[in-house]
């Protein structure tokens, strides 16, 4: 192609970088006139910094990054879009060997149900409480990310208080394994591998996983410089467009022990392809046994790549719960605009794919998958939170009055 255009996207070394990784590899990047350097980070804070200052015209991104600097949270001014989204699920909660030991005492043991270990947290948070030890620590990878509001919702809706009962300090995702090695925290969430290495390396158990906590909701997203989107439109939509593609190829079946063979390479995830293979396909080694999760991490199935806007909302709406941001309509205008559908609807227009009509939709209603009507094979959910609750973002307000710490 006689036009290429030189894009820099920042990346961490997990297993939903894959879409970025298959669309260089696998040259969908290139067959778009895009020649992508990828730029591997060891934090998210870095990341932020550097497509700050230029470094990176687009990233691999926690999902709530580009709404948490579009409403003034991060130390550096920066205006962000997020026009796709990089897959569902691939977080899993792990906790040390001698906490896992503990909930397994009350009744903690598949990882497929979140709300047996959280009743077994619970109890054992209030036995250390009763016998004078100190409070439990885990970790996240970033106040502003999926991982901190999947770890507290879960924490909340079983019954413990995410600020009084413990502590939640911020971690690096690849210093996971060391740091629970170490005896440094007693838990963490964060993306795969890092559960399934620390697992391995004897230290941890799986507790539980993203997708059984809120099933098929959104982790990484491609963060944009909105002036950059702006100034670069035609190469950006190539981009999205390689993508798109990348992602499908990265939810074939049969394409997964090639995608674990590529992720593997020292440049990515630098980790054994056996081991990445396992989360591709959702079989997970617990710690406690194996276990299947047919839905651990969707690249492309039920719309996987749409922004959506109430996925936006919902975690704005944490934001508010936690205290990083007061609740004002002109807020919540900033996260939903934070998505852009729009951008990815006319991205995608030349490929002649079937794409939502809608920016938004009831959270956590679908309890099978949903053909969307008009679509083709277009098909959404199940998508359930596992507490039973749904988001509805037209109700934010009752939403995010009716949520209370427990």
Not at 63 to 68: F, G, L
Not at 149 to 161: H, K, N, T
Not at 375 to 403: H, K
Request: proline share 6%.
């Amino acid at each position: 192609m006689a036009d290429t255009h030189a894009i820099a996207a920042g990346f961490l070394p997990l297993l939903d970088s894959a879409v970025l990784v298959a669309a260089k590899e696998k040259g969908f990047a290139e067959d778009e006139g895009i020649d992508l350097a990828l730029v591997r980070e060891t934090s998210w804070a870095s990341v932020r910094d550097r497509i700050a200052v230029g470094h990176f015209e687009v990233a691999h991104m926690l999902a709530p990054m580009p709404i948490a600097a579009n409403l003034g949270l991060t130390p550096i001014r920066l205006d962000l879009v997020a026009p796709m989204v990089l897959g569902l699920g691939g977080n899993a909660i792990s906790v040390s060997n001698g906490l896992w030991a503990a909930m397994a005492g009350e009744g903690a043991g598949s990882a497929g149900d979140p709300a047996a270990a959280g009743r077994a947290l619970r109890i054992v948070i209030e036995t250390r409480r009763n016998a004078g030890l100190g409070r439990l620590q885990f970790a996240v990878v970033h106040p502003h990310s999926g991982h901190n509001f999947e770890l507290r919702y879960w924490l909340a809706a079983s019954g413990i208080d995410a600020e009084a009962d413990l502590d939640i300090v911020i971690l690096s995702p690849p210093l996971m394994p060391d740091a629970i090695a170490a005896g440094r925290i007693d838990g963490f969430c964060v993306g795969e591998p890092w559960s399934s290495v620390a697992v391995a390396e004897g230290h941890a158990h799986i507790a539980t996983v993203k997708a059984a906590i809120w099933r098929s909701s959104p982790e990484k997203v491609l963060g944009v410089r909105a002036d950059w989107a702006v100034a670069h439109q035609d190469t950006l939509f190539r981009l999205m467009r390689a993508l798109y593609q990348a992602a499908e190829w990265c939810g074939m079946a049969g394409n997964r022990a090639e995608l674990a063979e590529i992720l593997a390479g020292e440049r990515y995830l630098g980790r054994p392809a056996e081991l990445l293979l396992g989360a591709l396909d959702g079989r997970l080694d617990t710690g406690h046994g194996p276990q299947a999760f047919p839905d651990f991490f969707l690249p492309f199935e039920r719309a996987a790549t749409f922004p959506w806007r109430s996925h936006a909302l919902w975690f704005y709406a944490q934001m508010v719960r936690w205290g990083q941001v007061a609740h004002s309509a002109a807020n919540a205008e900033t996260a939903q605009t934070s998505f852009r559908p729009d951008l990815y609807r006319t991205a995608l227009q030349p490929l002649g794919v079937s794409v939502p009509a809608v920016d938004m939709k009831v959270e956590g209603a679908l309890s099978g998958v949903l053909p969307m009507a008009g679509t083709g094979e277009l098909a959404l959910g199940p998508d359930g939170f596992f507490d039973g609750a749904t988001f509805d973002p037209e109700r934010l307000g009752a939403y995010i009055a009716g949520q209370r710490r427990r």
